[in-house]
């Protein structure tokens, strides 16, 4: 069905993972409302689309973290996966593709439309959004084409929508940071973000002519963009930024932890194990005396200290890192593993990449580009190792996998409404920006003085708050057009939403944002998230517990016009400078300065959102015993999550 309503109850933007769960979950306690999903690609599945997935393209999950409560793989994907394997892309395509038909969300999605604003009716009782959509041509792959042109232009003029609701999607990997490296624009070989190569992969590494390509950045897509052209025996020139954080912590999907073998997927749903992070949310499992035991005394911090120290020293010895004169010895994180969030990623390959820098088909520089110039790629020679040369002549292609835009890729009118609704932005007012300001300095406090160990941790840099702001000619609202465009780099604040959720200041309770957080098993998370803001949107959820142990504090409210009036608002304005400030402070070799970014405190955050439905957080059974002894979380043990909170609650039975 191409058209589209004028008007639908519930509009979700983004057909991936979070959305697909979120919209089944909406329609299992809402099965009559009008709700829509659109997205600007042309296959289902996010990240997982088809147009994303190229052969040799893998999950870091195994058989057993891919799955929803509800839905087994194998019964979707049968013969498809083996137990030990990494999940092929193609075939997490294809599972979710499955999901959507399964339960019935096809006839509700609308693909090839992109959202450009997202206008909030504040003048309406109800709130409610108009939103300026767009029809995106499919794209027609080309080998002989230029491969780094990865425009789609729109085939129809704008169209205009009305939502009462609208649940953000989108994700944080949907759109990359632009290529600002200088020469860009005349640089004659194909130049693409890893955005671009996932989708032209296919194109690239069969064109005859590639035969030695540069590869920019240290991230996982790094990683795989290195895999996918050295297992070919293309030459690759690696270049890690000396100005960046560096490599981060690649293991295998199976570690020692002494003499024990344990799966890492599931290190971080295995309770005692979280108890090591420290964590502002923590004791909502219910363990607060031992993690104040681990945290707040000298010997606990030394405890937590040395268990990361060990843990990112056996990673990089199983990962034969520490082989000196090879090459692989360029690769190891700068900083104690106890820094970086979900940085920290898998070795999901079929051969060990690492062999392909002891035999010479990759050749690793810790370096900076200076400038492109012709096919040459020019070094910055300060702060560079000492082997690294001058230029390096005459590549094929340039792939930089330097990072993704953190916004939702939507623009929010009015303006002013960004602080309330607590999406990145550089458009605060002064009031706005004083109030987190206070908001911010007082969370700080608190953080290191419940947490002293991370007043230790690596200093973050100004690029971290940062982003650059590209113009976007595409959009035609008179609004945009009139505001003047610009190309410097533009601070933007981070995330700042309840709970990694919902606006911090919305009475409206119109909006939700989800997946703007990044963490391990982002399928439970989706359904536990998915529905926090179901009881959240239908106003089913009683005051939270919060996570301060210290009175709030009470700064101005964020509307210029008026003070604050209830102390719920600003509970929940400085419960989320918690939140957030917390994963500044955690992760600073991640990406907590921007959004939640977190690994093994994931658990403790499945907790914190269970208890605020007022569903059981301990669902090992046994009480303290299961809990502590009972192994890791599994799919299995939040099985059932809807009708558990329908049954207790008995919302939804009406309609």
């Not at 509800?70 to 394997?85: F, L, M, Q, S, W």
């Not at 096809?106 to 309406?124: F, M």
């Not at 996998?401 to 409404?417: E, H, M, V």
């Not at 210029?560 to 209830?566: F, P």
Request: hydrophobic fraction near 40%; glycine fraction near 8%; proline fraction near 7%.
């Amino acid at each position: 069905m191409d058209h589209l309503p004028h008007h639908t109850d519930i509009l979700i933007i983004g057909a991936g993972i979070q959305g697909l769960v979120v919209a089944k979950t909406y329609l299992q306690l809402s099965p009559h409302i009008q709700l829509l999903i659109l997205d600007s690609q042309h296959s289902i599945g996010g990240v997982w689309a088809k147009e994303n997935c190229y052969t040799g393209l893998r999950t870091n999950n195994q058989l057993g973290t891919f799955e929803f409560t509800d839905y087994d793989i194998e019964d979707a994907c049968p013969g498809k996966v083996r137990k030990g394997e990494h999940i092929p892309a193609e075939v997490a395509h294809d599972y979710l593709s499955k999901y959507a038909e399964t339960f019935d969300l096809v006839k509700r999605v609308r693909l090839g439309y992109k959202v450009l604003t997202a206008e909030h009716l504040l003048d309406k009782k109800n709130g409610g959004w108009r939103l300026t959509v767009i029809r995106k041509q499919a794209e027609a792959p080309n080998p002989k084409a230029d491969l780094g042109n990865n425009s789609i232009p729109s085939s129809t003029p704008p169209a205009i929508l009305t939502a009462s609701r609208i649940l953000v999607c989108t994700g944080l990997t949907s759109s990359p940071l632009p290529i600002s490296l200088t020469g860009s624009s005349s640089f004659l070989p194909p130049l693409l973000t890893f955005h671009d190569f996932r989708r032209q992969a296919s194109a690239l590494l069969s064109t005859p002519n590639i035969k030695h390509v540069a590869i920019y950045g240290s991230s996982k897509s790094a990683y795989d963009a290195v895999y996918a052209f050295a297992s070919r025996s293309i030459k690759v020139t690696w270049i890690i930024r000396a100005s960046g954080h560096g490599p981060v912590y690649m293991a295998p999907s199976h570690i020692y932890l002494g003499p024990l073998r344990c799966w890492l997927e599931l290190l971080v749903t295995t309770r005692p194990l979280s108890w090591l992070s420290p964590c502002v949310w923590g004791d909502k499992d219910g363990f607060g005396f031992i993690r104040r035991l681990l945290q707040e005394t000298r010997i606990g911090r030394f405890v937590v200290r040395n268990f990361w120290k060990k843990l990112g020293g056996d990673v990089v010895v199983q990962t034969g890192l520490q082989e000196k004169g090879l090459g692989v010895e360029k690769l190891i994180p700068k900083e104690s593993a106890l820094w970086y969030g979900t940085g920290v990623s898998i070795l999901n390959y079929e051969s060990d990449i690492h062999q392909f820098i002891r035999n010479g088909t990759v050749n690793v520089l810790r370096t900076d580009i200076e400038r492109l110039e012709g096919r040459r790629i020019l070094l910055k020679l300060d702060g560079a190792v000492e082997d690294a040369p001058g230029s390096i002549p005459e590549v094929d292609a340039l792939i930089c996998s330097t990072g993704w835009r953190w916004d939702s890729g939507l623009t929010f009118l009015p303006n002013a409404d960004h602080a309330n609704l607590g999406i990145p932005s550089a458009s605060y007012t002064p009031t706005q920006a004083a109030t987190w300001d206070a908001l911010d300095a007082q969370a700080d406090a608190e953080i290191l003085a419940r947490f002293p160990i991370l007043a230790t941790g690596p200093s973050i840099t100004k690029d971290d708050v940062v982003i650059p702001k590209p113009v976007d000619a595409s959009i035609a609202n008179e609004k945009l057009q009139a505001e003047p465009r610009k190309q410097k780099k533009e601070e933007l604040t981070p995330w700042r939403l309840f709970r990694g959720i919902a606006p911090p200041s919305n009475p409206h309770r119109d909006i939700v944002f989800l997946g703007m957080m990044s963490s391990f098993q982002t399928l439970l998370r989706s359904e536990v998230t998915a529905l926090w803001a179901y009881a959240y949107l239908n106003n089913a959820i009683a005051p939270p517990e919060g996570l301060s142990n210290r009175p709030a504090p009470r700064p101005p409210a964020l509307d210029d016009s008026k003070q604050a009036t209830a102390s719920q608002t600003t509970d929940w304005l400085y419960e989320t400078a918690l939140f957030s400030r917390f994963c500044r402070w955690r992760y600073p070799m991640g990406y907590g300065a921007r959004f939640p970014d977190f690994v093994f405190d994931a658990m403790p955050h499945f907790d914190m959102l269970l208890r605020d439905l007022g569903l059981r957080s301990w669902r090992k059974g046994w009480g303290w015993v299961g809990e502590v002894f009972g192994g890791a979380y599994l799919r299995g043990d939040y099985r059932g999550l809807v009708e558990e909170w329908r049954e207790r609650t008995k919302f939804g039975k009406m309609d």
